[in-house]
C-alpha cells in the first residue's frame, strides 16, 4: 500500500514550472486542519488532530516548505495529507503557528546553539524531593532561571513531604515569590491537579526525585501510551523523544514529561530577559549605568541604590542575584 494519495500536497511543494505559472505565493493550504505537536522521533511527529472525543493521533513529517525550521513538542500546527491517523498514514505538517512561549536551553554553556525543548507551555513545575534525594537548589535555581526566560510560572513541587519539613527549602524562594506545592509518597494530588487545570506544564526533576511516579499517578498509563522504554523491565518501544505531551483526564490540561532533560544550559539567557521577569526590580535599574549586569559585583547598580534607599527588599535583591549567577554555573 501506498503511504501517499496522488492528492498529497507533495505535488504543490515541488511544482513543475511547465504547469503551474511562476509565482512567489506559497501554496494556501485551504484544507490544512490543526494539530498539536505531543512527541517528535527522529523526524516523525505524532500529533493530536481534532478536539476532545473526536481527537485522533496523526504521525506526520514536515513539508518541504518548512525547511530547516523546528517542530518541537507543544506546536500548534497546520497539516495536510492523510490526517485519518490509520496505521501506517502520514501527514505533512505544512505550518508551525507562532508560540506563545518557547523553553529553551542551550546545549551546554560553552555551546552558544539554543534549542527549544517545549512551545507554548504556560508552566514549568520543577519537582524536586525534600530528601531522598537531598534538594539541589542551584538545579532549582537554574530551572528557574530557565522559566523566567521562557516566560514560564514557575512551581516548585515539593514530594517526599514525609520524610522532612518543606520549611528550609521554602524560605529560599519565599522572596522569588515562587509558587509551590507539596506532596506526599501516596497522598493526595487534589492541590497539585487544581495548578495544573486549563493549562500546559512542563515537568522536569532529576532521577529519584518522584516526577514518574507524579506523571503516572496524574495520567493513568502515560508511559504505555507513549511507547517510552521502561529501564526496569526494558519493554516498550524505544524512541529517542525527549519530551512528550500527555492529556490529563477529564478536559484537565496538558502535561509534558522531560524525561531526557537532566539540565539547563543557560548560556543564551541575557540579564535584561531575566531582570524583566521581575518588574518590581527592572523599575529600580533605570538609572544603571550602561552594560550593568545588575550583578554583585557592579559598582553603580540601580538595585543596590534601592536597597540603600529602603526602596527594596534586600533578600529579594539577594535572591535575584543568586539566579543571575546561576546562569553561568555550569558545575550541574
Ligand atoms: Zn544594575
Request: aromatic share 4%.
Amino acid at each position: 500500500m501506498s503511504r501517499y494519495s496522488e492528492h498529497d500536497q507533495e505535488h504543490y511543494d515541488r511544482p513543475r514550472r511547465r504547469t503551474r505559472p511562476r509565482t512567489k505565493e506559497r501554496p494556501t493550504y485551504d484544507d490544512a486542519v490543526d494539530g498539536v505537536v505531543v512527541t517528535v522521533d527522529r523526524g516523525r511527529f505524532t500529533l493530536w488532530v481534532g478536539e476532545g472525543d473526536e481527537a485522533v493521533k496523526v504521525m506526520a513529517m514536515k513539508a518541504r516548505p518548512l525547511g530547516r525550521k523546528g517542530v518541537v513538542v507543544g506546536d500548534r500546527v497546520r497539516v495536510v495529507g492523510d490526517t485519518s491517523g490509520a496505521d501506517g498514514s502520514l501527514a505533512r505538517i505544512v505550518e508551525v503557528h507562532e508560540r506563545t512561549a518557547m523553553l529553551r536551553r542551550t546545549a551546554d554553556d560553552d555551546d552558544p546553539v539554543e534549542r527549544v525543548i517545549v512551545a507554548n507551555a504556560s508552566q514549568l513545575v520543577i519537582v524536586t524531593a525534600l530528601a531522598d534525594p537531598e534538594p539541589r537548589p542551584r538545579l532549582i535555581d537554574r530551572a528557574l532561571v530557565a522559566a523566567y526566560d521562557a516566560r514560564m510560572q514557575p512551581l516548585l513541587c515539593l514530594t517526599k513531604a514525609d520524610l522532612a519539613d518543606p520549611e528550609i527549602l521554602l524560605s529560599t524562594y519565599r522572596s522569588l515569590g515562587v509558587p509551590w506545592v507539596v506532596t506526599q509518597r501516596g497522598g493526595d494530588l487534589s492541590e497539585l491537579r487544581d495548578r495544573l487545570r486549563g493549562r500546559t506544564s512542563v515537568m522536569i526533576g532529576h532521577s529519584g526525585v518522584g516526577k514518574s511516579t507524579l506523571v503516572n499517578a496524574l495520567v493513568p498509563d502515560a508511559h504505555r501510551e507513549v511507547g517510552v522504554v521502561n529501564t526496569v523491565t526494558g519493554r516498550g518501544r524505544h524512541t529517542s523523544t525527549s519530551a512528550f505531551m500527555l492529556e490529563l483526564p477529564d478536559g484537565g490540561g496538558w502535561i509534558v514529561d522531560t524525561p531526557g532533560i537532566r539540565s539547563f544550559g543557560l548560556a543564551h539567557v541575557q540579564p535584561e530577559q531575566l531582570i524583566g521577569a521581575f518588574p518590581d526590580l527592572d523599575e529600580m535599574t533605570e538609572e544603571c549605568p550602561r552594560g550593568c549586569t545588575h550583578g554583585t559585583d557592579e559598582p553603580e547598580c540601580g538595585l543596590d541604590v534601592a536597597v540603600t534607599a529602603g526602596e527594596a527588599d534586600p533578600e529579594r535583591v539577594e535572591s535575584f542575584r543568586r539566579l543571575l549567577a546561576a546562569r553561568s554555573d555550569s558545575s550541574y
